[in-house]
């Protein structure tokens, strides 16, 4: 690791921390709103601090560059951690885990609050369904954020001096440290588990990172790794609601079972790009040849 990537480190950890104490001291206060105003704000400190390193150092920004142009990369951002929260549910259901494939206490929840607003289910229903559709790509923007500090920035300074499996376990790794603070302190994804939450974390991060490493290597682009991070929280709910009995140790995407189910997925991914003769040039063509 050079010295700009420690830099780069330091400053954002020093940075990012100081604001999470800050959430956890609002939120736990009951300032939720400021506390949600800040959250904002940290989730564009990786790609802040890497913007100020590239322009103080004089890096070239490989990662800005976009140059996908296979639909289907699309589809695979957008569509694979939905793909994996039914493959987690069917491990469970195998198991003899009770699997709401109907979704009936979601439906029941929606048709409740129907009532209370004095609107029709259906139409609710239909709000719902075009909210989550859309939710990815809300996310995504948010995403773009940290995506440009992991994917991008670090991606770009690391791979071509590690090897990629260092690489994809030392990202992975920050990726989920960098959340500590607002996990352990205010039970951010894991209210109940905190420390242990963290733990479980680490992989989730690891695996979902490989996939989100592939995603960049392949289309070169940041955009895809933004919006499969973005797919990552905008279908989260559909975990919560095909085992809304789950607690947080079961979750569909947080816990044990998603975890496993990611674990699959980015090693098959590890394996694709790991054929590749010279992959610094997956990061742009200055790298190396073909």
Same mark, same amino acid.
């Given at each position: 690791? /050079?010295?700009?990537?420690?830099?780069?480190?330091?400053?954002?950890?020093?940075?990012?921390?100081?604001?999470?104490?800050? =959430?956890?001291?609002?939120?736990?206060?009951?300032?939720?709103?400021?506390?949600?105003?800040?959250? %904002?704000?940290?989730?564009?400190?990786?790609? &802040?601090?890497?913007?100020? @390193?590239?322009?103080?150092?004089?890096?070239?920004?490989?990662?800005? +560059?976009? +140059?996908?142009?296979?639909?289907?990369?699309?589809?695979?951002?957008?569509?694979?951690?939905?793909?994996? =929260?039914?493959?987690?549910?069917?491990? #469970? /259901?195998?198991?003899?885990?009770?699997? /709401?494939?109907?979704?009936? $206490?979601?439906? &029941? +929840?929606?048709?409740?609050?129907?009532?209370?607003?004095? %609107?029709?289910?259906?139409?609710?229903?239909? *709000?719902?369904? @075009?909210?989550?559709?859309?939710?990815?790509?809300?996310? $995504?923007?948010?995403? #773009?954020?940290?995506?440009?500090?992991?994917?991008?920035?670090?991606?770009?300074?690391?791979?071509?001096?590690?090897?990629?499996?260092?690489? *994809? =376990?030392?990202?992975?790794?920050?990726?989920?440290?960098?959340?500590?603070?607002? %996990?352990?302190?205010?039970?951010?994804?894991?209210?109940?588990? +905190?420390? #242990?939450?963290?733990?479980?974390?680490?992989?989730?991060?690891?695996?979902?990172?490989?996939?989100?490493?592939?995603?960049?290597?392949?289309?070169?682009? =940041?955009?895809?790794?933004?919006?499969?991070?973005?797919?990552?929280?905008?279908? @989260?709910?559909?975990?919560? $609601? #095909?085992?809304?009995?789950?607690?947080?140790?079961?979750?569909?995407?947080?816990?044990?079972?998603?975890?496993?189910?990611?674990?699959?997925?980015?090693? $098959?991914?590890?394996? /694709?790009?790991?054929?590749?003769?010279?992959?610094?040039?997956?990061?742009?063509?200055?790298?190396?040849?073909?």
């Amino acid at each position: 690791m /050079d010295r700009n990537t420690m830099l780069y480190l330091v400053v954002l950890f020093t940075v990012s921390y100081s604001i999470e104490f800050i =959430i956890v001291f609002e939120a736990n206060s009951g300032n939720y709103a400021f506390a949600n105003i800040l959250m %904002i704000l940290l989730v564009f400190m990786p790609a &802040t601090i890497a913007g100020l @390193m590239v322009n103080m150092f004089k890096e070239p920004p490989y990662f800005l +560059r976009t +140059r996908f142009k296979d639909i289907r990369f699309f589809l695979i951002a957008y569509l694979y951690p939905l793909f994996l =929260i039914v493959v987690a549910a069917i491990l #469970l /259901d195998l198991l003899g885990f009770d699997i /709401d494939w109907g979704l009936t $206490a979601y439906k &029941t +929840r929606i048709y409740q609050i129907a009532l209370q607003r004095e %609107i029709s289910p259906e139409r609710l229903y239909e *709000i719902a369904v @075009m909210s989550v559709l859309i939710a990815p790509f809300v996310y $995504a923007v948010f995403a #773009l954020g940290e995506e440009i500090g992991w994917r991008g920035y670090l991606l770009d300074k690391l791979l071509t001096q590690n090897s990629l499996e260092r690489v *994809i =376990i030392f990202i992975g790794t920050i990726w989920a440290l960098w959340h500590a603070p607002l %996990i352990i302190f205010m039970g951010y994804n894991y209210k109940t588990l +905190r420390a #242990l939450g963290l733990l479980l974390f680490i992989p989730f991060c690891i695996a979902h990172g490989t996939v989100l490493i592939w995603l960049r290597l392949r289309t070169r682009s =940041i955009l895809l790794p933004a919006l499969g991070h973005g797919a990552i929280n905008g279908f @989260m709910w559909y975990g919560s $609601a #095909l085992y809304p009995d789950s607690g947080e140790l079961l979750h569909l995407v947080l816990g044990i079972p998603g975890i496993i189910a990611v674990s699959i997925l980015g090693f $098959a991914l590890y394996m /694709d790009l790991r054929g590749e003769s010279n992959i610094g040039y997956l990061l742009a063509p200055t790298h190396g040849k073909p």
